[in-house]
């Protein structure tokens, strides 16, 4: 007997480092990311109906849920490509801050590419589904991968990496919108810092944090800082009151920071949440095959 419904958590990621190594023909960019998946999710529930439709439901008044969401691509892609003849109804409560640099709509899209599998008995592999996803977006595949992982191409191509090193994580969003395409615009590929990819995936192997946060590096962070101070701020600001280390993730706005401790955490939370006025501040957890059944 297989399931009729499924309680799915699509979680966020950030980045530990983003690296442009150069401007493709296609206009897109050749990147070379470590990717961390982190517990802060959205929660989806999904499930057959006996007619044929897709019905997707939000929390969020203002998010597309008709077919401009990626979560009704993924099931209007999966319902053909495999012929499905039944419905699916799916209901996100979404928690991941949008257009942050989290891949929040990705993540959604990753979950339902892999709750319809289940659902429905696909017998799909995650080479399979990946493949699927890409056709969504550069970032689905990472998502349905998950953990810490090396995407290079646009993204697309992924190489499993050691667990990334227990820690608290803390994201701020601030109020303001970045749009990645004119990041990416106004980005000088020819006077940019290169991170040490490889000597930082050495430092994740032998769980040392403190490297890690000593050689991290987003590409994009000096653009979107310079149209968002206020980004700079909220590092700075993570930086004393504890974090080992605090970035911008993808294109932003969002800036996370680790922290060893819970208490040391909550009480940067609180700090963040007051200096900066805003209500998307989150304490969460890395990923990772200890911390995956919180
Ligand atoms: P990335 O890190 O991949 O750039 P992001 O966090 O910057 O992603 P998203 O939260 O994925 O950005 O949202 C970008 C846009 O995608 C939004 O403007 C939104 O309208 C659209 N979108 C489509 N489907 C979803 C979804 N399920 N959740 C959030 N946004 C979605």
């Given amino acids: 007997m297989g399931y009729h419904y499924l309680n799915l958590r699509a979680r966020a990621k950030i980045n530990i480092t983003l690296d442009v190594l150069g401007r493709r023909e296609d206009g897109y960019h050749e990147l070379k990311m470590i990717m961390q998946t982190v517990n802060l999710c959205d929660n989806i529930f999904i499930k057959k109906l006996s007619e044929d439709t897709i019905t997707l439901s939000t929390n969020l008044s203002w998010l597309p849920s008709d077919s401009r969401n990626l979560m009704y691509k993924a099931a209007?892609?999966?319902?053909?490509?495999?012929?499905?003849?039944?419905?699916?109804?799916?209901?996100l409560t979404k928690t991941i801050p949008v257009a942050a640099g989290l891949a929040g709509g990705s993540t959604d899209c990753a979950a339902v590419i892999v709750g319809i599998d289940r659902l429905f008995e696909l017998g799909l592999t995650m080479d399979e589904m990946c493949?699927?996803?890409?056709?969504?977006?550069?970032?689905?595949?990472?998502?349905?991968?998950?953990?810490?992982?090396?995407?290079?191409?646009?993204?697309?191509?992924?190489t499993r990496l050691p667990p990334f090193p227990d820690c608290f994580v803390l994201l701020c969003k601030p109020n303001v919108n970045v749009s990645t395409a004119s990041v990416y615009?106004?980005?000088?590929?020819?006077?940019?810092?290169h991170p040490?990819?490889?000597?930082?995936?050495?430092?994740?192997?032998?769980?040392?944090?403190?490297a890690v946060c000593g050689g991290m590096y987003?590409?994009?962070?000096?653009?979107?800082?310079?149209?968002?101070?206020?980004?700079?701020?909220i590092k700075a600001k993570m930086l004393e009151t504890g974090a080992i280390g605090s970035?911008?993730?993808?294109?932003?706005p969002t800036v996370f920071g680790f922290y060893t401790g819970y208490e040391e955490g909550l009480a940067a939370l609180k700090e963040v949440r007051r200096t900066f006025r805003t209500k998307e501040v989150y304490l969460t957890t890395v990923f990772n095959e200890r911390t995956h059944l919180l």
């Fill in 76 to 91: 209007e892609l999966m319902k053909s490509r495999f012929g499905i003849k039944t419905g699916i109804l799916m209901e």
């Fill in 196 to 210: 040490d990819t490889d000597g930082i995936i050495a430092d994740i192997k032998k769980g040392d944090l403190k």
């Fill in 218 to 233: 987003n590409a994009l962070e000096s653009v979107t800082v310079k149209n968002y101070p206020v980004i700079a701020d």
């Fill in 247 to 252: 970035m911008m993730s993808g294109s932003g």
């Fill in 131 to 158: 493949a699927l996803g890409e056709e969504l977006g550069a970032d689905v595949p990472y998502c349905i991968m998950r953990g810490t992982v090396l995407a290079e191409g646009i993204g697309e191509r992924l």
């Fill in 185 to 193: 615009k106004s980005l000088d590929i020819s006077d940019l810092h």
